[in-house]
C-alpha cells in the first residue's frame, strides 16, 4: 500500500514522500541509480523482500513515472527495471536527505526526541 503524505498539493516536499513512502521504495530507488537491473537481480540486492512486494513496489513506482520497465524479446524474454530522468533526479534529491539524516540522526545533530 503506497504511503500518501498529508501536505497540501502544492508542497513538491509532500509529493516527493509519498512517491519514495513505504518500506521498500528508497532501496529500489537506490539499487536502480547506477544501471538497470532484472527482477531477479534486484531482488538479491534487497534481502527479506518478496517477490509480490517486489512486483508491487516497482509497478507503483512506474505510474509515478520514476521506473521504466522494458521487455526485451529475445529467445528468453528479459525485463530490466532502471530509472528515469525524474527518477534519477528523486534519487539526487533523496540522496541529499539521506545525507541530512545522517548528519542529524542524534549524534551532535537534532535531538532524538525532544522534551
Not at 534486484?42 to 512486483?55: D, F
Not at 530509472?83 to 539521506?98: F, I, M, S, V
Request: some cysteine; hydrophobic content about 45%.
Amino acid at each position: 500500500m503506497p504511503v500518501r503524505v498529508n501536505l497540501p498539493d502544492e508542497c513538491g516536499l509532500g509529493q516527493a514522500l509519498s512517491v519514495i513512502g513505504g518500506r521498500w521504495k528508497s532501496a529500489i530507488l537506490w539499487e536502480l541509480h547506477e544501471r538497470a537491473l532484472r527482477f531477479g537481480e534486484l531482488r538479491r540486492r534487497l534481502p527479506g523482500i518478496s517477490e509480490k512486494v517486489l512486483y508491487e513496489q516497482l509497478r507503483e513506482m512506474e505510474g509515478d513515472g520514476v521506473v521504466r520497465r522494458e521487455v526485451f524479446e529475445e529467445a528468453v524474454l528479459r525485463v530490466e527495471y532502471s530509472l528515469t530522468p525524474a527518477g534519477a533526479a528523486l534519487n539526487d534529491a533523496a540522496h541529499t536527505l539521506a545525507l541530512w539524516g545522517l548528519a542529524h540522526s542524534g549524534r551532535g545533530g537534532l535531538p532524538v526526541a525532544a522534551e
